[in-house]
């Protein structure tokens, strides 16, 4: 478990850009901690399913469970801890939350878990500092975007993506052109093969950014791209002024949330949490689910005889696949934002939805409601029950092993300026919502 960012997060934006009191920032998620709120069908299910895990952890079991089973769909949650430690954080600020009572009560959780307890001491939490880390943008078509740097991987990948399939006629294609969708695959895998190798912190490798987003790095990596033809295999390229690394970024488990934000002032909000798994540790403090993102970093150091740059070091944060990210138009005004949960597939929700939007044409809610498309080693995973299932044969026929999947779960939100003002979109895969106010 690694120590939870969002509170310093949240007070570091605050301080920035915040109009309402700090306290008023809490009053909502207390009244749901305080009143409950309805289990919804799609919970229900990933309760029942999580519920075997849960014998001996009574902490968990009493926010989650009711008369000795697992709550199901229409039955409330009600969890008066956390509404407790919202309000001490509300009163007192984020200090009340990385030390004293809370602090407390997290280190003891973790480090007298009854399985794989380890140290997190009070003074690994009063350390703690949420960082301020310089966006990554790039411009697409006639498009800035703009995103987050390392050590989110995010960014930079569906950045890679976009700017391999650039120099295509995407637009012309459109969405039922079963070469559309090759050659974003083929733009998907070589991008994720240098995110495999590249990405890490910042603060601790030497991440080519710069490099990976060269326009002439991207012209020669997208040359390899056929539009008749898959290729044989997917390495990692050499951009300008990378370190010697070997590819090993561990698996993203989901347990990710994503919310997208528009005011009459003009402010725009991507954001993106995790607790990593479902239910993240499954361990329990102060009425907080705790997470366990520290599995996004790879155990090895070394492979193949180079430094990995994800690898375990005190301090370091782990790569992660979260992609927020703001469009801003030829007049340089945000007009589109997006982002997603769903582990590794963060990136091409994104970048789908992205071209979706961009390329063709489709609004918010049709560009996060069109197939989404993956990758299993070689092979092309499909969404069932798209239109795009129906074309796997054809997509096969660029020489590459396709397989029709649910791509579970996938949980995109976008928001998009129009002519009558914002609108925001929610995933119909979902329990995902637009609201205005």
Same mark, same amino acid.
């Given at each position: 478990?690694?120590?939870?960012?969002?509170?310093?997060?949240?007070?570091?934006?605050?301080?920035?850009?915040?109009?309402?009191?700090?306290?008023?920032?809490?009053?909502?998620?207390?009244?749901?901690?305080?009143?409950?709120?309805?289990?919804?069908?799609?919970?229900?299910?990933?309760?029942?399913?999580?519920?075997?895990?849960?014998?001996?952890?009574?902490?968990?079991?009493?926010?989650?469970?009711?008369?000795?089973?697992?709550?199901?769909?229409?039955?409330?949650?009600?969890?008066?801890?956390?509404?407790?430690?919202?309000?001490?954080?509300?009163?007192?600020?984020?200090?009340?939350?990385?030390?004293?009572?809370?602090?407390?009560?997290?280190?003891?959780?973790?480090?007298?878990?009854?399985?794989?307890?380890?140290?997190?001491?009070?003074?690994?939490?009063?350390?703690?500092?949420?960082?301020?880390?310089?966006?990554?943008?790039?411009?697409?078509?006639?498009?800035?975007?703009?995103?987050?740097?390392?050590?989110?991987?995010?960014?930079?990948?569906?950045?890679?993506?976009?700017?391999?399939?650039?120099?295509?006629?995407?637009?012309?294609?459109?969405?039922?052109?079963?070469?559309?969708?090759?050659?974003?695959?083929?733009?998907?895998?070589?991008?994720?093969?240098?995110?495999?190798?590249?990405?890490?912190?910042?603060?601790?490798?030497?991440?080519?950014?710069?490099?990976?987003?060269?326009?002439?790095?991207?012209?020669?990596?997208?040359?390899?791209?056929?539009?008749?033809?898959?290729?044989?295999?997917?390495?990692?390229?050499?951009?300008?002024?990378?370190?010697?690394?070997?590819?090993?970024?561990?698996?993203?488990?989901?347990?990710?949330?994503?919310?997208?934000?528009?005011?009459?002032?003009?402010?725009?909000?991507?954001?993106?949490?995790?607790?990593?798994?479902?239910?993240?540790?499954?361990?329990?403090?102060?009425?907080?689910?705790?997470?366990?993102?520290?599995?996004?970093?790879?155990?090895?150091?070394?492979?193949?005889?180079?430094?990995?740059?994800?690898?375990?070091?005190?301090? =370091?944060?782990?790569?992660?696949?979260?992609? #927020? /990210?703001?469009?801003? !138009?030829?007049? @340089?005004?945000?007009?589109?934002? $997006? &982002?997603?949960?769903?582990?590794?597939?963060?990136?091409?929700?994104?970048?789908?939805?992205?071209?979706?939007?961009?390329?063709?044409?489709?609004?918010?809610?049709?560009?996060?409601?069109?197939?989404?498309?993956?990758?299993?080693?070689?092979?092309?995973?499909?969404?069932?029950?798209?239109?795009?299932?129906?074309?796997?044969?054809?997509?096969?026929?660029?020489?590459?092993?396709?397989?029709?999947?649910?791509?579970?779960?996938? =949980?995109?939100?976008?928001?998009?300026?129009? #002519? /009558?003002?914002?609108? !925001?979109?929610? @995933?119909?895969?979902?329990?995902? $919502? &637009?609201?205005?106010?």
């Amino acid at each position: 478990m690694g120590v939870p960012g969002n509170i310093a997060l949240a007070a570091k934006a605050h301080a920035k850009w915040g109009r309402l009191g700090w306290s008023r920032l809490f009053q909502p998620a207390i009244s749901l901690a305080e009143k409950g709120y309805v289990v919804s069908p799609r919970l229900a299910g990933v309760i029942a399913q999580m519920a075997p895990l849960w014998q001996d952890m009574p902490a968990i079991q009493s926010i989650y469970f009711q008369d000795g089973r697992p709550k199901q769909a229409g039955e409330v949650i009600r969890n008066p801890a956390l509404a407790a430690t919202l309000k001490r954080v509300a009163r007192r600020g984020p200090k009340a939350f990385y030390t004293g009572q809370i602090a407390q009560q997290i280190s003891e959780a973790v480090s007298k878990a009854p399985k794989n307890a380890a140290p997190l001491t009070l003074a690994d939490l009063a350390a703690y500092q949420a960082k301020d880390r310089p966006a990554v943008c790039v411009h697409y078509r006639i498009y800035k975007l703009c995103g987050m740097g390392p050590p989110s991987s995010g960014a930079t990948t569906v950045f890679q993506i976009l700017g391999l399939v650039e120099r295509f006629d995407l637009k012309a294609l459109g969405p039922e052109d079963p070469k559309a969708w090759h050659l974003i695959a083929e733009a998907m895998l070589l991008a994720y093969a240098d995110r495999e190798t590249y990405l890490g912190d910042a603060d601790f490798v030497d991440v080519p950014v710069a490099g990976l987003l060269d326009k002439a790095y991207l012209a020669n990596r997208s040359a390899l791209i056929s539009q008749t033809t898959s290729l044989p295999r997917y390495d990692a390229g050499v951009p300008p002024k990378a370190p010697v690394r070997t590819s090993a970024i561990s698996g993203e488990v989901q347990g990710t949330t994503h919310f997208v934000a528009a005011d009459r002032f003009g402010n725009v909000a991507s954001m993106t949490s995790t607790v990593e798994g479902p239910f993240g540790s499954q361990l329990v403090a102060a009425g907080m689910v705790l997470n366990n993102e520290l599995t996004d970093f790879t155990f090895a150091p070394v492979r193949d005889g180079a430094p990995v740059a994800n690898r375990v070091q005190a301090g =370091k944060r782990p790569v992660s696949s979260m992609s #927020p /990210t703001i469009v801003y !138009g030829p007049d @340089d005004k945000p007009i589109f934002i $997006v &982002g997603a949960a769903g582990g590794k597939r963060i990136i091409m929700q994104v970048a789908k939805t992205l071209i979706a939007h961009l390329d063709w044409g489709l609004s918010a809610q049709a560009a996060i409601a069109a197939p989404n498309i993956f990758f299993a080693g070689d092979t092309i995973l499909v969404e069932s029950g798209t239109p795009l299932a129906a074309k796997a044969e054809a997509l096969a026929g660029f020489g590459r092993a396709v397989t029709v999947n649910p791509i579970s779960p996938s =949980k995109a939100n976008a928001a998009e300026l129009t #002519p /009558t003002g914002w609108v !925001g979109a929610a @995933d119909p895969r979902s329990d995902g $919502v &637009g609201l205005s106010e």
